[in-house]
């Protein structure tokens, strides 16, 4: 029974057997840049922090688990991207810009070559992100990823889920679909394309986000589907409907080539792991380049899809089952 | 390969078989009272935070693995006491004002009595420290219970490991050695007594912590023994050393009793998960009541120990060994 080897610690002297080089290690691989606000990142018992002024701070932690929510054989930088954008994708749905993460590593062994992909795939998106790691802790055990992250954001411009009015556009920041899609072609073996390729490393849309501050009336991040997602996003809001239009699903014809319309359909409103956004807007304000508006938010309860032959369909949500 | 079921979730709806009632034990568990700081508490895709004006904030993030960091057999309260008091226990190393936490939990399965007793000792330590659960997520597998705490601390008074000077006294918070012995006695059967009450339930210390901004010139929480901890002071400050006196060593006949004197000195100097504070002061400052001083800082390296008989012995550092 030991304590968790935080970054934090200085070397163990030589007299504590067999440690040097796994904190030499843990140096190695994740000391890193920091932002101006990090007064003091790894290296005491807490990080040392100056919020950005006049700003609301935003704060989500997500674990991620070998064999459920990335497979034993990813490989290292993508399990360290993907953990992280996660992590990244619930600031975008608030609205917030990025700033802080810490990271508890639990592994069964150190290898080297493993910290070192990792690492890698970490701070590339990290980088791109703007978002610093700060702190954290490394343990020895089933490998898991729980990082924490934290986002600014100006007072009353969060974006939350509770905001959607009848009336409004629902809209997605892009095809969805590909995150399962990506996910059933890795299961059966398929390690290239675009699917797997959004699967590996999902892009945040923390940009899009900010972007959103004082547009969108409600936003939330698809983990789960279109229609469960958009579900949180309706009983948040007060117990209202929606109604998609089919012939306004985005497609992405190099992404979901030779899936069946009716697959293709379950894909895109139904599959989980896309790490869009998924967001309304007042009837009166543009969908944003690059997104696309599914249909609208009604007063009257629940979920239908106007087909192309204009019959209207109530919809089940049945996305991810958590847990 | 689901997503983690964040506390953030709306029930999912009942066509979503079997999650419903793991969500309501959620609720039921992980909902309670919120600092004036919290905008939105759980119940989005992350919490939203006004942070105090003009502070800087202390970040920290540990991970508790179950037969690692506690026994299968510990109370779940006591758990949850435990994994949260690591934790504030770092913040109060830094000084800083307990704030906020986000906890991911990892259980095997969700029962009911479990989850029950893990909240109940979890928040009987919240209240008492005035620190808010904002967020985080609950998965399923290997138990393991990580929390992420910030606090905040005024600008250029954070506690750190790196100012002790030659001179300074070298304190510490109470008497150490009790979180070893209260292990090995557990680990023997005994299930009761001072010790195995210290090693379920240290006590963070951050009301010491906060009265030592501006009095402190390093500090540290012991969680790896007071030879180890103060020698990550020795080297953070500078390649420094130290001259401990054996005849000020705390002890609490109570605690120690039926111990021989060897391992007596054993526990207060190499014991971990002790969780008090360790800290320097210089030559002026009054030792806080409570505290005890151990010795003094010197400019020649090394640890020694000045012996009852006058004779001084050079220390090795063996105090736990991490990961």
Redesign the interface.
């Known amino acids: 029974?030991?304590?968790?080897?935080?970054f934090s610690?200085?070397p163990?002297?030589p007299?504590?057997?067999?440690?040097l080089d796994?904190?030499s290690l843990i140096r190695r691989y994740f000391h890193h840049r920091q932002g101006g606000s990090v007064?003091?990142g790894p290296?005491?018992?807490?990080?040392?922090?100056?919020?950005p002024a006049d700003?609301?701070?935003?704060?989500?932690?997500?674990?991620?688990?070998v064999d459920?929510?990335?497979?034993a054989d990813m490989a290292p930088a993508d399990v360290g991207y993907r953990c992280l954008a996660?992590n990244i994708s619930?600031?975008a749905?608030?609205g917030?810009t990025p700033l802080?993460f810490?990271?508890?590593l639990?592994l069964p062994e150190?290898e080297a070559d493993w910290l070192a992909g990792f690492s890698r795939g970490l701070f590339e998106l990290a980088d791109q992100a703007g978002i610093s790691l700060?702190?954290?802790?490394?343990?020895?055990?089933?490998l898991?990823v729980?990082i924490?992250a934290?986002?600014a954001?100006p007072?009353g411009l969060?974006l939350?889920?509770?905001g959607a009015r009848a009336g409004d556009q629902i809209c997605v920041g892009g095809v969805t679909g590909a995150g399962l899609l990506g996910?059933e072609q890795w299961q059966a073996g398929q390690r290239h394309g675009p699917a797997v390729g959004h699967f590996r490393r999902p892009r945040p849309q923390w940009e899009l986000g900010m972007a959103l501050r004082g547009q969108a009336s409600a936003?939330?991040?698809i983990?789960?589907g279109v229609l469960?997602d958009l579900?949180?996003i309706l009983?948040?809001s007060g117990e209202l409907g929606a109604c998609l239009d089919e012939a306004a699903l985005p497609d992405d014809p190099s992404v979901l080539a030779g899936c069946s319309v009716d697959k293709q359909r379950a894909l895109q409103l139904q599959g989980?792991?896309d790490y869009l956004l998924l967001f309304t807007l007042p009837p009166s304000k543009p969908v944003p380049q690059g997104s696309y508006c599914l249909g609208r938010i009604e007063a009257q309860p629940g979920m239908r899809l106007r087909q192309r032959d204009g019959a209207v369909r109530t919809l089940?949500?049945?996305?991810?089952?958590?847990?």
């Open positions: 029974m030991t304590d968790p080897a935080d610690q200085s163990p002297q007299s504590v057997s067999g440690s796994e904190f007064v003091l290296g005491d018992d807490g990080a040392l922090l100056t919020p700003q609301q701070l935003v704060m989500t932690q997500d674990t991620s688990l459920r929510h990335f497979p996660v619930d600031l749905a608030m917030a802080w810490l990271l508890s639990t150190v700060v702190g954290g802790d490394i343990t020895r055990g089933p898991s729980s924490q934290t986002g954001v007072p969060a939350r889920r509770d996910l936003c939330i991040d983990s789960d469960a579900n949180h009983q948040a989980g792991d089940t949500v049945t996305g991810w089952q958590h847990f």
